[in-house]
């Protein structure tokens, strides 16, 4: 088939009645397909039953140091769990703190307190007339909702091919109300991008005008390979070595690796930013859950064996990514109604379809009984200035509720498109 | 022996020596005891050790509701936890959130979140010229920490033996400035306070001038009974009845029932205060770790079971206190240098010394190898007016430890106490 760009009026009339005709058809099914949140499927969740098992009532329950793991303490978390989660974030454990379950309620801890009370004796971003936030877009709306909550003006960034546009971060990091930046270095969220050593590199080499500046490294998906291992520098390496050793916040957790909600969270940073959180943190907490901690540190031993966990990860859930691609391949190929990712690893396929139809088309998927993230979402204040992009997250379901789900969404785009063009030609 | 306060000179300076002969025998036994922090001892926690095999790799992980506990979601907690942790707080599962390991992580979001975006569309408390909170004291210090790091002006509200001085309470909230209270309504820390009936129908019938005052009910130790179980009104309803529905937080936690640090807190206030928090919390995190309260639920299966869990950790702790309490009726009694509480519950002994020796027995105890909460840090800012208040935590060591801990307090307080008289007459 022909792009629809080169169509007639009367071509995309026909065409248009036949695709309402078919996703009628879809709609009569009266399915219920969910491919919103980028949510492990319950195959992938089996895979760390056995952890368990690994802290029983028969356990030794005794940290390698002699922490008793079911008693108060340990502010920073015990040494293995700081060990096992320093290996999968390229930090020393000395460097590491654990947290609780989640590493979104890290982020917005840390921005909460850099507001209430400043960063390393800086002024609290409450106490300033305007504090302003990077956002690379598209991105994650659990960021950008965490900026906008604390009132926060974020700032759109381009997203390239290998990261950020750090022509446009240099810019506006000269900006002393520029006090951050979302960041998913490896796959991002939702594009699949890896940043390059170059973009690492003038990211570890950025001069902010604010001494508080700090780029929120979410290492959100950086053992969550689909395909070979991919590695890229270590930020929080490179900036020490480019001088700005604080310059950096990495945040990871186990949410995708083991359990969604019962997982561990944990942050690498600098001795001087760890040394100033735990200063804070101290008022908060007595100490994060170190069973979960020692559950975790005994069911894969060591960093080698996480990586072949999530090789099992990828077996489940690559079948899945690319059933979405070469249904996109094949339904929607040549048409000219959008460009979508394929991914090397993450949770997310990012779609971009023609100006002004992503809202449509989440909306016409909704009525045929497929959820789907919602338009607009990966951008800040979920205003995508095109109206275009759409993130597909093909993780959660079935295969065969993936492929369906697919083939809806490509019937959709193909629908929404063609009425698109034709209301043009009006 | 009798009253220090009637013995001559001479008879004090004979008791000194005879005081730092038997102290200095201890000093040089180098012990390391701690009956510094109310934690729960070894024992104890055997106690809940059966809960973790509660939840295995051959569990049913599917909540009530048909909720994945493995996976993403429920802000607000799987209904069977808030059912049980409900039943612990005397209130509807409906008005329960159930949160991470930590209620005093609750505590400190709950003003960290009031301070930034302020309660119930009320002015945030950063956006104030002055707020200021009511601690009843002596109290807990890290109830104190909190406030204290926000920068909010602790006012100290006597204790009785039923309660706060609810006369002082009634006319400081008054104050449109003072925005909460600090309470420990059963067993309070460290005095073993059980507030009367009255004390409370009069907390729910208060008109605070702030209409975003709220009460923060820390049900630390509700059902940590160590002889009968003891029953107070609700709270809640009480303050339901009275008009002023939204005018209290409860907290409680299972650290003191399962495992400190890998319990389940929890918070139950009224519908539009539990609306307002997750409105708020939803920015934080998408929930908190539901095998935790698998395992939780699991274990108990019921609050009546709960209940007898706990009667299992008064046979533990019971002969602790009561150590503690016969060996300074022995050795104080009748001296005039001191009181002490005998609480029926909760964790700790309250100790009130002669003026002005409280941080000498403590650091003289230190000298000797004991371990003891700071002198201070039952009242805000460290400051105890009369320098005289020692909070005993009794629980952590095995009982012959605590033995000798008491029969080495009980010398350091005679010792110091008899000094601080000779110095009186000089």
């Not at 950020?164 to 991008?193: L, R």
């Not at 990860?313 to 990514?321: L, T, V």
């Not at 369906?404 to 009425?419: C, E, G, P």
Request: proline content about 6%; hydrophobic content about 35%.
């Amino acid at each position: 088939m022909k792009p629809y760009k080169e169509m007639s009026k009367e071509e995309l009339e026909g065409l248009v009645g036949d695709l309402e005709n078919e996703y009628q058809s879809y709609v009569d099914m009266h399915l219920s397909l969910n491919m919103a949140r980028g949510k492990p499927g319950s195959e992938q969740l089996d895979l760390s039953r056995p952890m368990l098992d690994t802290v029983n009532s028969t356990s030794d329950l005794i940290a390698e140091d002699g922490t008793d793991a079911r008693n108060y303490g340990c502010l920073d978390g015990l040494y293995e769990a700081r060990k096992l989660m320093g290996d999968m974030m390229d930090s020393k454990p000395e460097d590491v703190i654990i947290y609780g379950n989640s590493s979104l309620n890290i982020m917005y801890d840390q921005i909460s307190r850099s507001y209430v009370f400043g960063v390393m004796g800086n002024t609290p971003w409450k106490d300033l007339e305007k504090v302003k936030w990077l956002c690379p877009v598209p991105g994650y709306d659990r960021h950008f909702g965490i900026t906008e909550f604390f009132g926060i003006e974020m700032i759109n960034i381009p997203m390239n091919e290998d990261g950020p546009d750090m022509d446009a971060v240099e810019k506006f990091v000269g900006d002393p109300a520029v006090k951050g930046i979302w960041c998913v270095p490896k796959y991002s969220n939702p594009g699949g991008v890896v940043y390059s050593d170059e973009v690492i590199s003038r990211f570890a080499h950025l001069k902010p005008a604010a001494k508080d500046f700090r780029i929120y490294w979410d290492n959100a998906y950086c053992i969550h390979h689909l395909y070979d291992e991919i590695t890229i520098p270590d930020i929080l390496e490179e900036c020490k070595k480019a001088g700005h050793p604080d310059m950096v916040y990495k945040f990871a957790s186990t949410s995708k690796i083991t359990f969604p909600g019962a997982g561990l969270s944990a942050l690498a940073t600098s001795p001087a930013n760890k040394a100033d959180i735990l200063n804070q943190m101290k008022h908060q907490t007595i100490g994060h859950d170190k069973l979960n901690q020692l559950r975790h540190v005994r069911f894969f031993g060591d960093f080698a064996h996480m990586k072949e966990h999530m090789k099992k990860h990828a077996e489940i859930i690559r079948p899945k990514f690319e059933a979405v691609e070469s249904i996109l391949d094949e339904q929607l190929g040549g048409l000219g109604v959008g460009e979508w990712t394929k991914p090397k690893g993450g949770y997310f396929i990012s779609f971009t379809g023609l100006d002004g139809t992503a809202k449509t088309i989440v909306h016409k998927m909704k009525e045929a009984g497929v959820v789907m993230t919602g338009a607009g979402a990966t951008y800040p204040y979920h205003a995508d200035p095109h109206d275009s992009n759409i993130r597909i997250a093909p993780t959660l379901p079935p295969l065969d509720e993936i492929k369906q789900a697919a083939a809806i969404f490509a019937v959709v785009v193909k629908l929404v498109s063609a009425k698109k063009l034709l209301e043009a030609m009006n």
